[in-house]
């Protein structure tokens, strides 16, 4: 059994339940490594129980040592039906979804859900026949990342460092956001990986919306340069921000971009230190006390706050746990892997962001993303 | 008022609630215009309620003649402040969602959702402050496409004709999936739309899964190529397969071909003729009797039945209302824009799939996709 099912058998010890129902697809991708199934609809189950009793009614395929069940449609049974662990119940006009659930409700009678990902209605049609258990284990399940999956988000971020590089040369006069945007698509694509998200590209005061709509915009001198893209490698992301200016900056644009820059510095420094500091005395250290240390600084030096938390765990989703946000309870744990992104933003004149990608070791963080930040004037 | 919103008044007053909360995305992007929440994170909800009575606290944004509140963070606030009819209530450390929902329920009791796309953890948390009543009217919201709506998928159709003209050019041995894959995606992107969906290219074998997963496969000769890919042009969607052969295609697979595109006739038959008898008797047709039409040709033609359904909406999704499945409650209104993708699929060998994109009007349906159904060999 590998490590991932290991953990997963331990929830269910844990939660004394009889099974968990994954719903969500990065951790169906996680769990099997299948990777074909929509985010936008629900395309599959994965059903992994303490103890697989009988064989439910409608299985089409068994392989042995059984961990439990992928449930699927028939647009997928051939594809998945390699995948090691998993029998396949396989839904169709003779065999419903609700069949499937009656036959292995015989069986199991408690089983853990993903609370955050199946909808209301989907569980009512649940509870007709199984207790359900939400477990805030299943929304944590990835977030100490395992050796060989540092090494691909490391991967995915080389590629994006290079990918970088590259696009800093096409910045011209008159190219649009979506022509920028596009160049970075595709030299990714070339690298044979894929983008995590479209990227964002934002020209002058477009940068002052974090989340701008990459637009058909045209450069023009002496306007700030925003790029917030990522690569997806093995089903692994990067994400990484980087301003630059087109043409010569002054004084007001160099002292945001300063601040955004030393911002993330502090968010750094105080990282390491403190993570050494817990290593040694074992007090745990929120990611909230990150976020603090990074936004008080900008604060502090008159802008205002950072619209969104300082970063974001990465992994098979661009988002994931951990969160470094004023709220957020998570604790600081070796394996963890996440992005720190502060940014000052400006209405009506734009913004700076700089994001890196970390990866938390035993003794202070190790920088994934390697792209140049001190200030890049074209 | 908008058309829309009036429609959404009338659920209001048909469910005789005071408010419905849109949560999902696509509703979202029909109801205001803004597309720029993301498909994989709760970012907004949009509160549209039967009257304002108050301006609830955190309210940072008011436009005169207010129908509900965008809610959302600060990522957004920028971005959304111009949309009309709806005020912004922003999400801050300060303010939180909870803190938003409190303050909206001394006013609002009653309170419509989308219980499929509502997750059980929000459900409880949305509990605490309204009477929660699911309504199957916000599925079904964007079933009958307006005739602007119909003018954007038609010109996504449009560009998806041009894409496929292109690519046809393109195939030749030795070219990977992949490759392929991204020409498609370039020649879109270059037309100033995006892609719906990544694009599906299956040489040979690959053919039989339905939603195979484009591969770095090369192409040999005398392969089936499958190419179902979708164009989003202003927000709306096309979709359409089609399956060519790279060689000289022998008898086996002819008949599949041919099978499969009278399969698609006998549907596009049946439907006429059942719809143009349904305008005059007023009798109900329902979708799924279109699936049954094509499914039991392609049966007692000897080969396997569909693996998934004939058809599905599409508009702002890829993937809508109504469906044409053998379980489909559904029935055929004029405005209605959907595929027709009749598809034989022989495991280790491969399989053909055609798909196109019709209007239902009032007098039978109109194809939005004219790319050429006769077997192309290259």
Known sequence: MNNKLKHLKSIIAKNRIDAVLISSVPNIIYLDGYSGFSYFEREAFLLISKKIVTQPQGLAHKTPGVFGYLITDGRYSEAVSKIPYFGILEISNKNSLDDIFKSLSKN?????????????????????????????????????????????????????????????????????????????????KKKHADISFPPIVAFGKNSSIPHHQTSSEKLRTNSIVLLDFGVKFENYCSDMTRTVFFGKADEKFKKIYNTTLESQQKAIKFLNSSFIIHNSKTKPVKTASIDKAARQYIIRSGYPTIPHSLGHGIGIDVHESPRLSPKSKDILKEGMVFSIEPGIYIPNYGGVRIEDIVVLENKGICLLTHSPKHLIEI
């Open 108 to 188: 199991i009678k408690k089983i853990g859900i993903e609370e955050y990902n199946i909808s209301l209605s989907e569980s009512k049609k649940l509870k007709k026949y199984f207790k359900l258990i939400p477990s805030k284990d299943l929304r944590n399940l990835r977030i100490i990342k395992e050796k060989n999956e540092v090494l691909k988000i490391k991967k995915a971020c080389q590629i994006g460092d290079e990918a970088f590089d590259f696009i800093v040369k096409k910045i011209k006069s008159g190219i649009t956001e979506k022509e920028l945007a596009f160049k970075l698509e595709y030299f990714i």
